[in-house]
Structure formats: structure tokens, C-alpha cells
């Protein structure tokens, strides 16, 4: 009874958690506008997604995939952070590799699993994202990782539709080791 009731404590601080992560993730500064796309996975979704990444694993012959999954798989949190379709900033800066935003914004887009070009001031705001996010995480205790393979299978699955994901994992560690041997 007190291992249930303990369980579903957890559970649910581990949601009260994710929603704080999203809310810091939301809130990052941004270059002008917002076009991030923030998804917290629940149970079901982070299971599908830990699947997935065991089929890329087989169908690319990548292990990596599969080590990837097994973190999903393991994690108490999963969020998905992307980058929508966005406008450039119109500096004409070329960070982007083209001479001007108009190129830039005329630009055909290329996609594979990720989508491009996109305005590198975007991708800064994405960055912060990212790290507002996993600061965050850290500081309700969890151990926390990126895994740019779960935002590709995400892609891959439809669980988000921005141009650009990472996953962000997370839990709780039961024994902190200070010494590795």
C-alpha cells in the first residue's frame, strides 16, 4: 500500500516537473517571435518513441539508436523540443549561408528527417530553449540528457511537427555515484 501510494506521488511530481521544464522552455528570451514547438510525452507517447528508435536501430544497423531508445525507454520525463517554420530575422547577417534573407526566405527547403535552411538566429533561440529547459530539469533534481536521435525518430513518428527536435530525458538517479572507477 505505501509502495502505491508512493509510486503515484512520484508520477505525479514527476508531471508537475515536466510542466515546469515546458514552462521554462517557453519562456526563454527569444530574437523576435516565437517559433518553438514544446511537446512533455506521456507514458504512452515515450513508449512508442523508445519503439521507434528500436526499429531504426534495426532497419539502419545503428546502435546507437537502440542505446538512445533504451534512455527514452528508461527516463521518467520526455520533451520534445522543436523549431516551427519561421521567417528570418531580416538582418541580411548570411550566418545562414546565403548572401541575404531574401535568398534565404526564397530559398527551396531540403528535408530528409529535419528541415533546412533555417535563420541561425532561430536556432539560437532553440539553443536557449534547450538549456533553460535542462537547468531546469537539474534543479528539481533530475538527471537530465539531449538525444538528438529521439527528436529524429520523433520526426520520423509525426509526434511533432517542427523543422528541428531534440529530446530532452529525464529522472531521478536512486544512488549518485561521485567516483566513477
Keep these: 500500500m505505501v509502495g502505491k501510494l508512493a509510486e503515484e506521488k512520484m508520477k505525479k511530481t514527476h508531471e508537475i516537473i515536466s510542466h515546469l521544464v515546458k514552462i521554462a522552455a517557453e519562456g526563454s528570451p527569444k530574437a ?12 504512452a507517447e515515450r513508449e512508442m518513441l523508445a519503439e521507434e528508435m528500436f526499429q531504426l536501430s534495426d532497419e539502419m544497423d545503428e546502435e546507437s539508436y537502440s542505446d538512445a531508445g533504451e534512455s527514452i525507454e528508461s527516463s ?4 520534445l523540443i522543436g523549431l516551427n517554420d519561421h521567417p528570418p530575422l531580416e538582418l541580411d547577417c548570411r550566418a545562414c549561408g546565403y548572401e541575404d534573407c531574401k535568398e534565404f526566405s526564397e530559398a527551396e527547403e531540403e528535408s530528409d528527417i529535419f528541415s533546412g535552411p533555417n535563420c541561425v538566429f532561430r536556432i539560437i533561440d532553440l539553443g536557449l530553449a534547450l538549456g533553460n529547459a535542462l537547468n531546469t ?7 537530465n540528457g539531449i538525444s538528438i536521435r529521439g527528436g529524429l525518430a520523433a520526426k520520423h513518428l509525426g509526434l511533432i511537427d517542427s523543422r528541428i527536435c531534440l529530446a530532452i ?6 544512488e549518485r555515484s561521485y567516483h566513477n572507477p
Design 76 to 79: 521518467e520525463e520526455v520533451i
Design 137 to 143: 530539469s537539474r534543479s528539481h533534481g533530475l538527471e
Design 32 to 43: 523576435y517571435g516565437d517559433y518553438l514547438e514544446i511537446e512533455v510525452l506521456d507514458d
Design 169 to 174: 530525458t529525464g529522472d531521478v538517479k536512486k
